[in-house]
């Protein structure tokens, strides 16, 4: 089993940047693929980004167009850590945002879809003020 944990969510104006940390434990050593979604109320989560061996690259990095070039996903494996680095921040960036881990390899996408990850997190909420 697999144990996600977010945490750094919290308000920011527009135009900032927040960082959001995902701590990983259980079967750390047999993930493959993560990502980050956000969920809006109302509306269905979506794939943000993802990073992980996608059958060509060992630490592809993928983004949805929507964030591209503003955010930035990282991981540290020495400590069991995956990040998100959020530039630029907009108000329809305000979400409850999940990170997300799999057994398998990443797929090749655009951005990550919710059906390929089997592991959760509780979810962070960020806020953006304009």
């Known amino acids: 089993q697999v144990h996600l944990v977010e945490s750094g969510g919290g308000s920011v104006q527009s135009g900032g940047s927040l960082t959001l940390s995902c701590a990983v434990s259980?079967?750390?050593?047999?993930?493959?693929?993560m990502a980050w979604f956000r969920q809006a109320l109302g509306t269905e989560r979506e794939g943000v980004a993802s990073?992980?061996?996608?059958?060509?690259?060992?630490?592809?990095?993928r983004y949805a167009d929507s964030v591209k070039g503003r955010f930035t996903i990282s991981q540290d494996t020495a400590k069991n850590m995956l990040y998100l680095q959020m530039n630029s921040l907009r108000p329809d960036d305000a979400a409850t945002y999940y990170c997300?881990?799999?057994?398998?390899?990443?797929?090749?996408?655009?951005?990550?879809?919710?059906?390929?990850?089997?592991?959760w997190g509780q979810g962070t909420q960020v806020t953006v003020s304009s």
């Open positions: 259980g079967s750390v050593n047999a993930v493959n693929c």
């Open positions: 997300a881990a799999d057994l398998f390899i990443c797929r090749r996408r655009v951005a990550p879809r919710t059906t390929d990850f089997n592991y």
């Open positions: 990073v992980g061996d996608d059958g060509s690259t060992p630490y592809r990095t």
